[in-house]
């Protein structure tokens, strides 16, 4: 029951989120240089034709009036046109295309880099200050250090050096495959779907680089809280209790600590979400994987507002999901957190 | 023991044999208990004092014990020391290292200790220059976070009730932004010039220290001195900012110094994207420019790399040192 209360109390606060970043893409829109009236006249034009393209744009309205179009287009859908980067395209239709991708990416490396990552910071904060302790220290300090585009150059650097030279470095899928049938959102999907296995093993191929590149930056801050949690709990009274019954470490580890320790990471980790889609923009820039972050950059570069305040309120939404997500979850483990 | 007793004997000797007047004044000083009443007391507030300062350096030897933090404090003091002597240390001026050189992505060579980069710029000095310019933004952005947050999580957490709920609600909401999403598009709209980057980034982190403010004036809060300072007559801005402020500030302090490595991280992505001011050599920009020659000139991405790194590890390992040194029980939550 408290669950179910929990679940609503959290559905409540989403809403004047939803409202506050409305208002921030909003003042962004106003930030824009240029009259958009103007914009969209031809070369030629009277002083009256400019006023009424003002009133058909609905510029001449009352701010708050102007917001509440506003945020009527932005719910349900009406993102205007792209102006640079794919030349009068309805931004709705372009995020349609490239969000699915970028969640794949995410969901898979997110997957390796939480089992691995959590994995590893158990590792380390069970064995306090050892040789393993130091060397997983070393390893995370040396990624955690570096920002996610070193990262992936490093990686790349890898790649020419090495036997590794057999993993393909850009784009998804090789040129002349064809494109599976748009089945679901989900290209990985569509590839199972269509029949042909080769597809699939093709994209996943292509993926081995930019998702281990992905998932070594979310491991490193993933394990990092683990081992910091996991060490705060190793401190705690009833691990002591649990040694003076003579349960062994491995036990202990496994049973007592670790469930103990492992709330506070999801809870941080689904914080850290956020941050993580820094890094999502380096992978598909660098790695030319057509996604939301390809697409973000190519519009912040070539400044084409439509799909940067688009872009922003898509992710807004994808972290608030996400966020939503997590706290469900935690509360589901955890039911301390229910109560407050 | 005759022995020691002896070496002890010879020690407070050198120690008196100076003036009259000091031998004199520790006689006084020696005495004063009969003469002045209470004068004990200043003695022994005085030892205490001593105490604390003594316990507050072990503190901090504590810290430097550990080779992982001693390390962190001298990778941190090349890099401030960089910042600041950089146009001495460096062997081509700002302009020089900014303006068109005779070879392009060059090898190293005893003109160029470490090579050159794009326009023949020389990347020794480029890495030297790029120092100031991340700490600069770092630190101030941090500042900006720190004082607005330290501001804002006071009021809400001292004055409680519905200050507190409208302070933290948006607070949270800001905190659920995706922040580096927003600060490109902002930056996008806004033009990126440095004091921009500075604001932006400072804004981001705003709610981060309101809400570890908020946490630790609240467990302050509650305690008897806070109180008594109330009975004696302070007013609401003095007890905040003078009694629960010093003693809430340790956590402030540690992510503080996690904050720098990771604005640092910020700074150096912005750049690599295309957002800085270009004005101001930043490692970001060269990694860029360096990354498609990563098979013919591989220092020129090599060596601003290495600083980046540097720089932000220096400032992890000395969060991680400090939150050790404070409180080994107390376990920031790293963003």
Not at chain 1, 32 to 56: N, Q
Request: proline share 5%; glycine share 6%.
């Amino acid at each position: 029951m408290s669950l179910i209360k929990f679940i609503l109390r959290r559905l409540a606060t989403i809403i004047p989120t939803i409202l506050v970043i409305l208002v921030i893409t909003f003042f962004m829109t106003r930030l824009l240089p240029g009259d958009p009236a103007m914009m969209r006249m031809p070369d030629k034009f009277t002083w009256d034709e400019y006023l009424l393209e003002r009133k058909r744009l609905g510029l001449d309205q009352p701010i708050y009036i102007q917001f509440l179009i506003y945020m009527g287009d932005m719910l349900a859908g009406n993102w205007g046109f792209s102006y640079t980067v794919a030349k009068d395209f309805p931004v709705w239709v372009l995020i349609n295309q490239k969000l699915p991708r970028s969640l794949e990416i995410m969901a898979i490396s997110m997957i390796i880099a939480i089992f691995l990552g959590i994995k590893l910071g158990k590792f380390a904060g069970a064995n306090k200050n050892t040789k393993k302790d130091s060397g997983t220290r070393i390893f995370i300090y040396f990624f955690v250090s570096m920002p996610a585009f070193i990262v992936i150059s490093f990686f790349m650097q890898i790649y020419v050096s090495t036997p590794f030279k057999f993993l393909p470095m850009f784009g998804y899928k090789t040129p002349g495959y064809a494109e599976p049938p748009p089945i679901t959102y989900s290209r990985i999907i569509n590839c199972l779907l269509s029949g042909k296995i080769y597809l699939l093993t093709d994209s996943l191929w292509h993926l081995i680089l930019p998702v281990s590149s992905f998932a070594i930056i979310q491991l490193v801050t993933i394990s990092r809280q683990m081992r910091a949690s996991m060490i705060g709990t190793m401190e705690e009274d009833y691990i002591r209790t649990a040694y003076a019954k003579g349960v062994k470490k491995r036990r202990i580890i496994k049973t007592h600590a670790f469930k103990n320790a492992i709330s506070p990471v999801i809870i941080l980790s689904g914080m850290g979400f956020s941050v993580v889609l820094g890094g999502l923009i380096a992978v598909e820039v660098i790695y030319q994987l057509p996604g939301m972050g390809k697409l973000f950059y190519d519009a912040i570069r070539r400044s084409d507002y439509p799909i940067i305040i688009a872009s922003v309120w898509v992710f807004s939404i994808v972290v608030i999901i996400f966020n939503f997500f997590t706290d469900v979850l935690i509360a589901f483990i955890d039911p301390r957190i229910r109560l407050k | 023991m005759s022995h020691i007793n002896q070496k002890t004997q010879e020690r407070t000797e050198e120690n008196y044999s100076g003036t009259d007047l000091k031998l004199s004044s520790k006689i006084i000083n020696g005495f004063k208990f009969l003469l002045i009443p209470k004068s004990r007391f200043e003695q022994f507030y005085i030892k205490d004092i001593e105490n604390q300062h003594r316990k507050k350096r072990s503190k901090i030897r504590r810290m430097l014990k550990s080779s992982f933090s001693f390390t962190g404090a001298i990778i941190i003091f090349l890099m401030i020391s960089l910042a600041i002597f950089g146009p001495w240390i460096a062997p081509y001026s700002y302009a020089e290292a900014q303006g068109r050189g005779l070879n392009d992505w060059g090898p190293p060579s005893p003109e160029h200790l470490l090579g050159t980069g794009t326009r023949g710029r020389d990347v020794l000095s480029r890495i030297i220059f790029g120092t100031s310019t991340s700490i600069v933004i770092a630190l101030l952005s941090v500042s900006i976070s720190v004082i607005f947050g330290i501001f804002f999580g006071m009021i809400a957490g001292y004055f409680g009730k519905w200050l507190d709920s409208i302070i933290m609600r948006t607070m949270d909401m800001i905190l659920a932004f995706p922040g580096i999403i927003f600060a490109l598009a902002f930056l996008a709209i806004i033009g990126s010039t440095i004091e921009h980057i500075v604001t932006i980034l400072g804004v981001i982190g705003i709610p981060y220290y309101s809400r570890l403010t908020r946490s630790a004036v609240l467990k302050v809060k509650e305690r008897d001195y806070i109180a008594s300072a109330k009975v004696s007559g302070a007013n609401n801005w003095r007890i905040m900012f003078r009694h629960i402020l010093p003693n809430s500030i340790q956590p402030i302090i540690v992510s503080m110094s996690f904050d720098i490595g990771r604005l640092i991280i910020s700074v150096v992505t912005l750049a690599f994207l295309g957002f800085t001011d270009y004005q101001y050599i930043n490692w970001g920009t060269d990694v860029y420019s360096a990354r498609v020659h990563i098979y013919d000139a591989p220092w020129a991405l090599f060596w601003p790399s290495v600083m980046i790194s540097l720089s932000v590890i220096g400032f992890m390992i000395i969060g991680d040192g400090l939150r050790d040194a404070f409180d080994p029980k107390y376990h920031v939550a790293t963003r």
